[in-house]
């Protein structure tokens, strides 16, 4: 999957979130696609400008991406 179809699916995540459920929305978009993000090559400040979020967005990418080999989704 490439950067452009990720953020994508970060942005359409993030926009259809409940205002409070934005941040953890993103923290388990991270958990789910942290394989596909590694292998882009595309980092997460990167992503989040490209999808549009607000660049603060960028570390809660990164703390899914940390979580991705600890959790295991449902």
Do not use: H, Q, W
């Not at 934005?22 to 090559?41: E, T």
């Not at 997460?44 to 899914?64: D, N, Q, V």
């Amino acid at each position: 999957m490439g950067a452009e179809e990720l953020a994508d699916l970060l942005g359409n995540a993030f926009r259809s979130a409940a205002r409070n459920d934005r941040v953890r929305d993103v923290n388990l978009f991270g958990i789910r696609y942290a394989a596909d993000m590694a292998a882009c090559g595309v980092g997460c400040r990167e992503l989040a400008r490209l999808a549009g979020l607000p660049e603060g967005y960028a570390s809660e990418l990164a703390k899914g991406m940390r979580l991705a080999g600890k959790v295991t989704l449902r």
